[in-house]
């Protein structure tokens, strides 16, 4: 049962949730250590503000 100490998802964080749970234990072992954190959301904010690092181009 949900009440007002437990609240719906934003869609950031739904999207957030998604991602994180398609992720494989390596892909999310590299997200944390780019995040510098051990927090799943944390890897989401470096993913979106690094992007999918291995698909931009190397300079």
Known sequence: MKNEHDPEPTPDETAGMV??????ESDRAAWL???GSAVPADA???YKRLGNVE???RL
Not at 19 to 24: F, G, R, V
């Open 19 to 24: 991602w994180w749970n398609s992720l494989t």
């Open 33 to 35: 250590t780019r995040a």
């Open 44 to 46: 989401w904010a470096a």
């Open 55 to 57: 698909r931009q181009p």
